[in-house]
């Protein structure tokens, strides 16, 4: 088969713990023939957010808050079955998962500051709107 290409990065030195992960194989819904009788190639991927100390505090408090719609008991879980080798299969769980936690662990946006749009940015538009109804009005056929 080959190697899992292992740690999953999340971000900077921070990676998922091999440990911690727990794998759960079943059979793959959809057409496959005999093939998809009998492997369990579909992959449940669970990692126990709530419980683990891979992440930093401030990026697991976080990761709880915008993940919450998604975790069973501060477990996150990711299924793949794309692929019909199980083998595959894990490494897209696992490169999903990470993704995700990613995501979910990145700082929040810096806040927009409203600026006030210049007078003469303003009267410039106003303007222009101004002679484009002229325009428009001197195409009209009442004068004649």
């Known amino acids: 088969m080959g ?23 079943s059979r793959s819904s959809g057409p ?6 009998t492997s369990d190639s579909q992959v449940e991927l669970r990692f126990d957010l709530a419980a683990t100390d891979a992440l930093p505090d401030v990026w697991k408090a976080r ?3 915008r993940l919450a719609g998604r975790l069973v008991g501060g477990v996150v879980a990711v299924r793949a079955s794309e692929h019909r080798s199980q083998w595959r ?7 999903r998962l990470a993704a995700l936690l990613a995501e979910a662990t990145a700082p929040p946006p810096k ?34």
């Open 3 to 25: 190697v899992m290409s292992g740690p999953y990065v999340i971000r900077g030195s921070v990676s998922l713990p091999e440990a911690e992960l727990m794998w759960r194989f």
């Open 32 to 37: 496959g023939g005999q093939h998809v009788n």
């Open 63 to 65: 990761a709880l808050e």
């Open 89 to 95: 299969n894990r490494e897209t769980a696992a490169v």
């Open 111 to 144: 806040p927009r500051v409203k600026r006030k749009i210049p007078r003469g940015i303003n009267e410039r538009r106003l303007r222009e709107k101004k002679q484009r109804g002229d325009t428009k009005r001197g195409r009209s056929g009442r004068d004649w």
